[in-house]
């Protein structure tokens, strides 16, 4: 069943493209796993089959990022946008807060803080349409807030940074949704780390934290249980029943990375997808443009336009009869977008490239 | 490939026995789904393959439960528990809302509520250790409540009631995570119906809600987006990323019930296998004992002890040795419990009777 299966190239911003192997793994034993007579999908969270499990997986995303013992692995539900309102209502209810905006979402993580912190713009390049990143010397930092929220890698506009000025006693928070496990992280930098999970990590309806255990003596006590990042840690991300198929297959995920060498191998390749794309892109005589300054041009999401926009759909449907799927930018940027998350291969971005150099030619 | 697989009769509470049918159908098609060149776990739920399946599980359950047109019907994140949560921020902050008091969830949704409404106990079986429901004389109604809370089906304590009393202008907002589905149901009665899906629906990681749309005029403007049930339904859930494979697989299940003859059908089978269930315990001479009045007793979930729980350990690993799995009791009560829904053929509960008179002949 399935020897031979008609895949494309995905470049989904997410839900995202997946490991073949680790999507393989999955379908043989999607009935029956590890002799325990049921799928995965049937097992209760608190059977010793699937803590084991659960163990596992975090087990293996601390071993890629090397996060330190005082630091608590989560895996919660609600999308990265559950966290831009849990976020404040744990650690800043009532209180300021400071978020540095880079583009669409962290202006939506700022907009959601405000209606439970006194949220508060410490820099942003809007004015800029965010093509870039504000300089830190224009970072208005409030040595009071609450925290400092960054987003290191903004999924539509396709800025990245990865360093910040220092912040003194002030947690960062990072919403990493689109970069995390895209290449070695130091984590002690960062108060919280949390990230949407489809993108580099697994299917849709799973968020990772990874936050320092001493900020949860912040969470205020008088929190719902289910919204206190402190009772889910308390009670190892089973507090209540977690998205147990989109943890194993986080698992897998992980495994395939350590399999492949690791966040290091994963940074090599992704660099190298980054700069076949962006090469095409700047090589193209202006046919294709990425508005982004190049030093914070995104590894993971590279958005670009045509000089004509005329060509806008016979651009999507040739790639499409390419195989070569799901290029449409968002609709808040429009043009064209590629996303290369780990689970694209050079390949795909060969074979992506070939085809934008051809169609270049033939409508150039 | 899984041709031949060894799976056993699954009692699990939840995440609990999906349908064959569905987990062979989605077998066939992890790699590549619909001709779409990618599997659906990959795909944008934006796109329109994905638009498609939900708008198509969406008018299944709709049929399924004739549905009325001015109630929506929402897929969401979070367990039942964040509903807990959501339930008085969307309905009644500040304000005072019922709860109907029958088991381990119904407390549970009432401390939650407590923390964020004034919620009021209007009635409370807990003096007979939730053996019962109150008797509809013993309603102490708040006709100013922003809501009435039922529970009518408690997965822990095996207590289950479809009958209340009138309840006036105040909507009933009813957790039905262990019994919709298994049988048919009069939408119109409740404001408000919510589900975790990890019992009859589908993997755990997605909630279903089904709420009168005047409702959604309640939701302060102050909330913040991803909290509110209007912002959810003007977005028709896609406010946020939903979980696309819960989503996709809810949907497989829903046409299998479909297929299966519908919620009559579900009601007869379900009928017959808890009438066989409580037939073996309440025919075993009190070598077993279910301690749930007789009216109340649930078609979902059957916990029952030995009278002599010395021998607990050894039903349960002689049980599993039969190929009958997950029995063992919740923590909160002991003994042992067997969830009975949609997914769980009657040859499966024939099996485990005829394994229970067995055990009970050998250590009687």
Chains 1, 2 share one sequence.
């Not at 087990?59 to 005082?70: G, I, K, N, Q, T």
């Not at 209180?95 to 540095?100: M, P, T």
């Not at 880079?102 to 006194?118: C, D, H, L, N, P």
Request: glycine share 8%; charged share 25%; proline share 5%.
């Amino acid at each position: 069943m399935n020897a031979i299966v008609a895949r494309a190239h995905n470049f989904s911003a997410g839900p995202a493209a997946l490991p073949e192997e680790v999507l393989r793994e999955a379908q043989e034993e999607l009935l029956e796993w590890r002799g325990e007579g049921a799928s995965v999908l049937e097992l209760s969270h608190r059977g010793k089959a699937f803590m084991r499990l659960a163990e596992e997986a975090e087990a293996s995303l601390r071993r890629l990022l090397a996060v330190p013992e005082d630091y608590a692995v989560l895996f919660l539900q609600g999308g990265a946008r559950l966290h831009f309102a849990l976020i404040p209502m744990n650690f800043a209810a009532g209180a300021r807060a400071d978020y540095v905006l880079t583009g669409y979402w962290s202006e939506k993580a700022f907009k959601e803080g405000g209606r439970i912190s006194e949220a508060r713009v410490a820099a942003s390049s809007k004015h800029s349409r965010y093509v870039t990143v504000p300089s830190f010397s224009a970072w208005d930092l409030d040595p009071g807030a609450a925290y400092v929220h960054l987003t290191p890698n903004e999924t539509i506009h396709g800025v990245e940074f990865h360093d910040f000025p220092d912040l003194g006693a002030v947690p960062v928070i990072a919403d990493m949704s689109s970069t995390l496990l895209s290449r070695p992280l130091e984590v002690r930098r960062y108060g919280m780390i949390y990230a949407g999970a489809q993108k580099n990590i697994g299917p849709a309806g799973l968020v990772l934290l990874i936050l320092r255990r001493d900020l949860l003596e912040r969470c205020p006590a008088t929190l719902p249980e289910i919204l206190s990042y402190r009772r889910h840690a308390e009670e190892g991300s089973m507090l209540n029943t977690p998205p147990t198929f989109a943890w194993y297959l986080a698992g897998k995920v992980f495994a395939w990375i350590e399999r492949q060498g690791g966040l290091e191998e994963m940074e090599r390749r992704n660099r190298r997808k980054a700069e076949l794309l962006y090469a095409a892109i700047d090589g193209s005589g202006g046919f294709y443009r990425n508005p982004v300054e190049p030093a914070f041009r995104s590894w993971m999401n590279v958005p670009f336009i045509l000089a004509d926009p005329s060509l806008d759909e016979l651009f999507l449907r040739e790639a499409q009869a390419h195989g070569l799927l799901a290029l449409k930018g968002h609709r808040a940027v429009g043009g064209m977008r590629a996303s290369l998350y780990n689970a694209v291969p050079v390949a795909a971005v060969e074979a992506l490239t070939d085809f934008m150099g051809d169609f270049a030619r033939r409508h150039g």
